[in-house]
């Protein structure tokens, strides 16, 4: 019913950028919270940025100054710019989001299928 999509991983040298975007689509109401998180071979799941409707941000230690989180309340899409990337950032990167259903009024959180990211020293 509702599914979101990740897009712009790749393969990037350390220091480079990347632009990740995700788009919920399907019978939505609205979106409210919605972030990115990520899984390292061997490691667990962590939250790397998350923004709440209100537009107000959340990072994880590891990346704040270096990555930003923005969206498009209008298109249901969450950005995650990614600047001066190290090796260390490599993973496969999940976007969520709390999702409101058309007719509905509870929320439920959807996961995309992730994008890989790898940083080349």
């Known amino acids: 019913q509702v599914q979101l999509v990740e897009s712009g991983g790749g393969l990037v040298q350390a220091g480079g950028s990347l632009r990740l975007s995700c788009e919920a689509s399907?019978?939505?109401?609205?979106?409210?919270?919605m972030g990115w998180y990520r899984q390292a071979p061997g490691k667990q799941r962590e939250l790397v940025a998350f923004?709440?409707?209100?537009?107000?941000?959340n990072y994880a230690d590891s990346v704040k100054d270096r990555f930003s989180i923005s969206r498009d309340n209008a298109k249901n899409t969450v950005y995650l710019q990614m600047n001066n990337l190290k090796p260390e950032d490599t993973a496969v990167y999940f976007c969520s989001a709390d999702i409101v259903l058309t007719g509905h009024t509870e929320t439920r959180y959807y996961w995309g299928q992730g994008t890989q990211v790898t940083v080349s020293s």
């Open positions: 923004i709440t409707s209100g537009g107000n941000t």
């Open positions: 399907g019978s939505i109401f609205s979106a409210n919270g």
